[in-house]
Protein backbone atom coordinates (compact mmCIF):
# COMPACT_ATOMS: atom_id res chain seq x y z
CA UNK A 1 0.00 0.00 0.00
CA UNK A 2 2.84 2.29 0.77
CA UNK A 3 4.26 2.42 -2.77
CA UNK A 4 0.49 2.81 -4.17
CA UNK A 5 0.43 6.07 -1.90
CA UNK A 6 3.50 7.32 -2.75
CA UNK A 7 2.88 6.96 -6.37
CA UNK A 8 -0.55 8.54 -6.14
CA UNK A 9 0.14 10.85 -3.46
CA UNK A 10 3.96 12.31 -4.69
CA UNK A 11 5.34 14.69 -1.71
CA UNK A 12 5.75 16.66 -4.66
CA UNK A 13 3.50 17.59 -7.32
CA UNK A 14 4.67 15.87 -11.07
CA UNK A 15 4.74 17.44 -14.72
CA UNK A 16 6.29 17.01 -17.87
CA UNK A 17 8.00 19.08 -20.52
CA UNK A 18 5.24 20.63 -22.73
CA UNK A 19 2.46 19.43 -20.36
CA UNK A 20 1.48 23.49 -20.25
CA UNK A 21 0.64 23.64 -23.98
CA UNK A 22 -1.13 20.12 -23.77
CA UNK A 23 -3.56 21.37 -21.11
CA UNK A 24 -4.08 24.38 -23.07
CA UNK A 25 -4.83 22.16 -26.31
CA UNK A 26 -6.98 20.21 -23.86
CA UNK A 27 -8.65 23.24 -22.81
CA UNK A 28 -9.51 24.21 -26.32
CA UNK A 29 -10.83 21.15 -27.53
CA UNK A 30 -12.42 21.16 -24.63
CA UNK A 31 -14.52 24.15 -25.58
CA UNK A 32 -15.04 23.22 -28.83
CA UNK A 33 -16.86 20.37 -27.90
CA UNK A 34 -18.75 22.21 -25.50
CA UNK A 35 -20.04 24.88 -28.17
CA UNK A 36 -21.57 21.80 -29.78
CA UNK A 37 -22.94 19.79 -27.23
CA UNK A 38 -24.19 23.23 -26.31
CA UNK A 39 -26.20 23.25 -29.77
CA UNK A 40 -27.08 20.10 -29.41
CA UNK A 41 -28.53 20.11 -26.07
CA UNK A 42 -29.85 23.86 -26.04
CA UNK A 43 -30.80 24.43 -29.78
CA UNK A 44 -31.81 22.57 -33.05
CA UNK A 45 -29.41 19.65 -32.57
CA UNK A 46 -30.81 18.25 -36.07
CA UNK A 47 -28.22 19.41 -38.30
CA UNK A 48 -25.51 17.54 -37.56
CA UNK A 49 -23.97 15.21 -34.87
CA UNK A 50 -23.45 16.52 -31.84
CA UNK A 51 -22.90 13.71 -30.16
CA UNK A 52 -19.57 13.85 -31.41
CA UNK A 53 -19.28 16.95 -29.46
CA UNK A 54 -20.48 15.60 -26.13
CA UNK A 55 -17.75 12.72 -26.71
CA UNK A 56 -15.00 15.12 -27.92
CA UNK A 57 -16.34 17.43 -24.46
CA UNK A 58 -15.90 13.84 -22.35
CA UNK A 59 -12.76 12.69 -23.84
CA UNK A 60 -11.00 16.28 -23.64
CA UNK A 61 -12.11 16.60 -20.04
CA UNK A 62 -11.33 12.52 -19.09
CA UNK A 63 -7.63 13.83 -20.71
CA UNK A 64 -7.24 16.91 -18.42
CA UNK A 65 -8.45 14.60 -15.33
CA UNK A 66 -5.86 12.22 -15.44
CA UNK A 67 -3.14 14.76 -16.14
CA UNK A 68 -4.16 16.17 -12.79
CA UNK A 69 -4.52 12.92 -10.97
CA UNK A 70 -0.82 11.86 -12.37
CA UNK A 71 0.21 15.36 -11.17
CA UNK A 72 -1.02 14.76 -7.51
CA UNK A 73 -3.76 12.74 -6.35
CA UNK A 74 -4.76 14.54 -4.11
CA UNK A 75 -6.78 16.29 -6.77
CA UNK A 76 -9.46 13.43 -6.08
CA UNK A 77 -9.51 14.74 -2.48
CA UNK A 78 -10.05 18.12 -3.10
CA UNK A 79 -13.58 19.93 -4.04
CA UNK A 80 -12.10 20.50 -7.64
CA UNK A 81 -11.46 16.78 -8.45
CA UNK A 82 -15.00 15.69 -6.63
CA UNK A 83 -16.83 18.24 -9.01
CA UNK A 84 -15.19 17.14 -12.23
CA UNK A 85 -16.37 13.24 -11.50
CA UNK A 86 -19.56 14.49 -10.72
CA UNK A 87 -19.50 16.68 -14.24
CA UNK A 88 -18.81 13.05 -15.62
CA UNK A 89 -21.62 11.42 -14.03
CA UNK A 90 -24.10 13.78 -14.82
CA UNK A 91 -22.66 13.85 -18.90
CA UNK A 92 -23.19 10.33 -18.56
CA UNK A 93 -26.32 10.14 -17.53
CA UNK A 94 -27.62 12.06 -20.82
CA UNK A 95 -26.93 9.06 -22.55
CA UNK A 96 -30.07 6.76 -20.04
CA UNK A 97 -32.08 9.97 -19.06
CA UNK A 98 -31.90 11.82 -22.44
CA UNK A 99 -35.45 13.66 -21.66
CA UNK A 100 -32.81 15.68 -18.96
CA UNK A 101 -30.25 16.49 -21.49
CA UNK A 102 -31.11 20.09 -21.05
CA UNK A 103 -30.96 20.34 -17.52
CA UNK A 104 -28.02 18.11 -17.12
CA UNK A 105 -25.95 20.61 -19.27
CA UNK A 106 -27.23 23.26 -17.68
CA UNK A 107 -26.31 21.56 -14.03
CA UNK A 108 -22.54 21.06 -15.60
CA UNK A 109 -22.46 24.34 -16.89
CA UNK A 110 -23.24 25.69 -13.57
CA UNK A 111 -20.71 23.69 -11.54
CA UNK A 112 -17.70 24.36 -14.31
CA UNK A 113 -18.20 27.89 -13.45
CA UNK A 114 -18.59 27.55 -9.85
CA UNK A 115 -15.83 25.24 -9.53
CA UNK A 116 -13.44 27.53 -12.07
CA UNK A 117 -13.92 30.79 -10.26
CA UNK A 118 -14.29 29.74 -7.05
CA UNK A 119 -11.61 30.84 -4.05
CA UNK A 120 -8.77 28.89 -3.46
CA UNK A 121 -10.10 27.89 -0.11
CA UNK A 122 -12.95 26.19 -1.83
CA UNK A 123 -10.94 24.40 -4.58
CA UNK A 124 -8.97 22.76 -2.40
CA UNK A 125 -11.42 22.13 0.32
CA UNK A 126 -11.92 18.23 0.83
CA UNK A 127 -14.65 17.05 2.27
CA UNK A 128 -12.75 13.85 3.49
CA UNK A 129 -10.84 16.27 5.85
CA UNK A 130 -12.94 19.25 6.41
CA UNK A 131 -10.92 21.44 5.46
CA UNK A 132 -8.34 22.64 2.98
CA UNK A 133 -5.58 20.42 2.26
CA UNK A 134 -2.43 20.81 -0.02
CA UNK A 135 -0.73 18.17 0.70
CA UNK A 136 -1.10 14.35 1.84
CA UNK A 137 1.40 13.92 4.89
Avoid: C
Amino acid sequence: MGKFRSLLFPESSRSFPGQRWINISLRTLHLIGLSGTGYGFLGDGNYFDWKAFLLLTIASGTAMMLISIWNNGIWLLQLRGQIILLKLVLLGLVFVQPQFHAALFISVLVLSGFISHAPGNTRYYSVFHGRRIDSIP
